[in-house]
T-cell receptor
Framework: EAGVAQSPRYKIIEKRQSVAFWCNPI?????LYWYQQILGQGPKLLIQ????????DSQLPKDRFSAERLKGVDSTLKIQPAKLEDSAVYLC?????????????FGPGTRLLVL | GDSVTQMEGPVTLSEEAFLTINCTYT??????LFWYVQYPGEGLQLLLK?????DKGSNKGFEATYRKETTSFHLEKGSVQVSDSAVYFC???????????FGAGTRLAVHP
């Protein structure tokens, strides 16, 4: 079974530029998550989709971050404009459903460096 | 709010030593508890989980027991190998939408 796919794997940009990340979840998984992992910290949830609807975006900096999940499958996360503090690994995860007993499967992540 | 606290690293052990990584949590309701592992250059992988009090999760020789009375989920392994060198994250999921809350991670280095 194919895992969660993410691209690109690495990205270097200047501050105030924009950047987009792509995620393809495991086939059949209804729930998709984007996490931000700053160096030396655990991942922090940015946004969670159930099919193509948002169920939690309470920690998403909405003035600069946006995300969408068209057709309930692939998702993109965008940052515009980027700040130095956005340097982190952006992880996408998916699960069959949204119950607390469900296992989340993570992709390899996109490492972003903002200069 | 809900939170997870795990012991700071790095933890450095010799091969075949006993491993304990402490994890405690604060949560309302009845969370599920997880240990994830991140090997060098790889993504997060689920190591084990427990979904209710007194459950024991186990995988690859690792074990953790969900202790509601001490709000803990300590990770143990009887004999570590060099290949166990990685960063270990304790996490909980609670509430209606399976939001994972992670600890800061503990780096384990095992030497031959």
């Amino acid at each position: 079974e194919a895992g969660v796919a993410q691209s690109p794997r690495y990205k270097i940009i200047e501050k105030r530029q924009s950047v987009a990340f792509w995620c393809n979840p495991i086939s059949g998984h209804a729930t998709l998550y984007w996490y931000q992992q700053i160096l030396g910290q655990g991942p922090k949830l940015l946004i969670q989709f159930q099919n193509n609807g948002v169920v939690d975006d309470s920690q998403l900096p909405k003035d600069r971050f946006s995300a969408e999940r068209l057709k309930g499958v692939d998702s993109t996360l965008k940052i515009q404009p980027a700040k130095l503090e956005d340097s982190a690994v952006y992880l996408c995860a998916s699960s069959l459903a949204a119950g607390v007993q469900e296992t989340q499967y993570f992709g390899p992540g996109t490492r972003l460096l903002v200069l | 709010g809900d939170s997870v606290t795990q012991m700071e690293g790095p933890v450095t052990l010799s091969e075949e030593a006993f491993l304990t990584i402490n994890c405690t949590y604060t949560a309302t309701g009845y969370p599920s508890l997880f240990w994830y592992v991140q090997y060098p250059g790889e993504g997060l992988q689920l190591l084990l989980k427990a979904t209710k009090a007194d459950d024991k999760g186990s995988n690859k020789g690792f074990e953790a027991t969900y202790r509601k009375e001490t709000t803990s989920f300590h990770l143990e392994k009887g004999s570590v190998q060099v290949s166990d060198s990685a960063v270990y994250f304790c996490a909980l999921a609670s509430g209606g939408y399976n939001k994972l809350i992670f600890g800061a991670g503990t780096r384990l280095a095992v030497h031959p």
